[in-house]
């Protein structure tokens, strides 16, 4: 059965450090994976999404995350954190089978953001 | 353009009591989703529409829920008998059809939270 993991519950990281989040997933062939985040009282946006084609891609918020196929991983990266980036962040993978298209998600990494 | 919305925005309600959650989708998506989201955890699948006909079901915890969408846009989600387990925010997404890619990419609304007490 698809699943997603985020090992890390929290991480807390100084405003202009840099960040990676992880994410692994299990699926038997390539996945269409997704980065939510999800800030107090708001629903969830998509950051970013990997259907095919180059390994690296870039999101919103100067996002961006790299499917590396060998470790099943989708780790979502940000070179320099700013305080309005502390929100729950969620990897998601497609569920691609029979008529489904749902989401699959991890339990979510919550983003604490020092001054 | 207008994003998802969901009413209400809170509901509180006694156990046993039957309540009923709205959503209506981005105009034009076809595809509409129900969510589950406890506290801590990540969202789980309910249900998915496509047009008015619920094309997978398969996440209803039981046949206490029910949802309809009578004519392929606003969406209701419908919980008899309510237990104190029900209380999560319960999300409703939506996404545009044809090619296989585009409906996973699904646009989420705020979310209703549901307390039963």
């Known amino acids: 059965a698809q699943s997603v993991t985020q090992p890390d519950i929290h991480i807390t990281v100084s405003e202009g450090a840099s960040l990676e989040l992880r994410c692994n997933y299990s699926?038997?062939?390539?996945?269409?994976l997704f980065w939510y985040v999800q800030s107090p009282g708001q629903g969830l946006q998509l950051l970013l999404k990997?259907?095919?084609?180059?390994?690296l891609v870039q999101g919103i918020k100067g996002f961006e995350a790299e499917f590396k196929r060998s470790q099943s991983s989708f780790n979502l990266r940000k070179p320099s954190v700013h305080w309005s980036d502390a929100a729950e962040y969620f990897c998601?993978?497609?569920?691609?089978?029979?008529?489904?298209?749902?989401?699959?998600f991890g339990s979510g990494t919550r983003l604490l953001v020092r001054p | 353009g207008a994003g998802v919305s969901q009413t209400p925005s809170n509901k509180v309600t006694e156990k046993g009591k039957y309540v009923e959650l709205r959503c209506d989708p981005i105009?034009?998506?076809?595809?509409l989703y129900w969510y589950r989201q406890s506290l801590g955890q990540g969202p789980e699948f309910l249900i998915y529409?496509?047009?008015?006909?619920?094309?997978?079901d398969s996440g209803l915890p039981n046949d206490r829920f029910f949802a309809v969408r009578p004519e392929g846009s606003v969406s209701t989600l419908k919980i008899q008998r309510t237990e104190r387990g029900d209380s999560a925010v319960y999300l409703c997404?939506?996404?545009?059809?044809?090619?296989?890619?585009?409906?996973?990419?699904?646009?989420f609304g705020p979310g209703t939270r549901l307390t039963v007490t």
């Open positions: 998601a993978v497609g569920a691609r089978m029979d008529s489904s298209y749902k989401l699959i």
């Open positions: 990997y259907f095919s084609g180059d390994t």
């Open positions: 997404a939506s996404s545009l059809t044809g090619g296989g890619s585009n409906r996973y990419e699904q646009y």
């Open positions: 105009s034009g998506h076809t595809a």
């Open positions: 699926y038997g062939a390539t996945p269409y």
């Open positions: 529409f496509q047009g008015t006909g619920a094309a997978d």
